[in-house]
T-cell receptor, first 111, second 117 residues
Framework: EDQVTQSPEALRLQEGESSSLNCSYT??????LFWYRQDPGKGPEFLFT???AGEEKEKERLKATLTKKESFLHITAPKPEDSATYLC????????????FGPGTRLSVLP | SQTIHQWPATLVQPVGSPLSLECTVE??????LYWYRQAAGRGLQLLFY??????ISSEVPQNLSASRPQDRQFILSSKKLLLSDSGFYLC????????????????FGAGSRLTVL
C-alpha cells in the first residue's frame, strides 16, 4: 500500500540547534516529492520540489534531499520564526493528478 | 501572477445546517482544483478533485459534495452538517499540463475553519 510517513511527530529545538526532519514514502513511479511549511491557521506554503534520488535544494536555512525511499529536510541554525508544521507530499504516476500528504512534523524553535 | 481566494475564513454552523465554501483561482486557466480537510493535529485528507468543469472525483464517501460551475471556481457543499465535519478546509490548485519533469506544484488557499456545534 502506498503511504507517506513523517518523523518525528514533533520536534523542539533551541535556536541555533541544527536538525533534520524525515519523510519516508512507499510509492511506485514517483513523479515528485514536495515540502511545505504550514503556520497555524493558514494554508501550506510551498518550499521545494524534488524529482529524483540524489537531488538537493536549498532555501535560506533549509535544505531538502531525496533518496529512493525518503527525503530529509535539514534545518541549519534554526530561528524561532522557523517554528511551523512541515508537511511532505508525493505525486506518483498511479495517482494521476493527486497528491498524498504525510501527517507533518511540528517544529518549535525556542529562543 | 496566480492567486487563489477561499471564503469564508471562519464559519460556525449548527448540526444539520447547510454548508457552502467557495474557492476561485485567478491568473490561470484549466487548473486542477482540490478540496482537502485537515482535522486538528492530523494530515491533509483529499476530499475532492476536479480536472475540468463539471468533472468531480470523490476520494472519501461522506455527506459532502463538490461542484465546479466555472473553470476557476470550486465549491464545497453539504445539505446537512455533522459534528464530524468540523475541521480546516483547504482549496488548492495545480496546473493541468504536466511539467517536463512530470510533477505539478500544489498551491493552497488560506483555508476555511468550520466548527459544527
Amino acid at each position: 500500500e502506498d503511504q507517506v510517513t513523517q518523523s518525528p511527530e514533533a520536534l523542539r529545538l533551541q535556536e541555533g540547534e541544527s536538525s533534520s526532519l524525515n519523510c519516508s514514502y512507499t510509492v511506485s513511479g514517483l513523479r515528485g516529492l514536495f515540502w511545505y511549511r504550514q503556520d497555524p491557521g493558514k494554508g501550506p506554503e510551498f518550499l521545494f520540489t524534488l524529482y529524483s534520488a540524489g537531488e538537493e535544494k536549498e532555501k535560506e536555512r533549509l535544505k531538502a534531499t531525496l533518496t529512493k525511499k525518503e527525503s530529509f529536510l535539514h534545518i541549519t541554525a534554526p530561528k524561532p520564526e522557523d517554528s511551523a508544521t512541515y508537511l511532505c507530499a508525493v505525486q506518483a504516476r498511479n495517482y494521476g493528478q493527486n497528491f498524498v500528504f504525510g501527517p507533518g512534523t511540528r517544529l518549535s524553535v525556542l529562543p | 501572477s496566480q492567486t487563489i481566494h477561499q471564503w469564508p475564513a471562519t464559519l460556525v454552523q449548527p448540526v444539520g445546517s447547510p454548508l457552502s465554501l467557495e474557492c476561485t483561482v485567478e491568473g490561470t486557466s484549466n487548473p486542477n482544483l482540490y478540496w482537502y480537510r485537515q482535522a486538528a493535529g492530523r494530515g491533509l485528507q483529499l476530499l475532492f478533485y476536479s480536472v475540468g468543469i463539471g468533472q468531480i472525483s470523490s476520494e472519501v464517501p461522506q455527506n459532502l459534495s463538490a461542484s465546479r460551475p466555472q473553470d476557476r471556481q470550486f465549491i464545497l457543499s453539504s445539505k446537512k452538517l455533522l459534528l464530524s465535519d468540523s475541521g480546516f478546509y483547504l482549496c488548492a490548485w495545480s496546473v493541468l499540463r504536466q511539467t517536463l519533469l512530470g510533477a505539478n506544484v500544489l498551491t493552497f488557499g488560506a483555508g476555511s475553519r468550520l466548527t459544527v456545534l
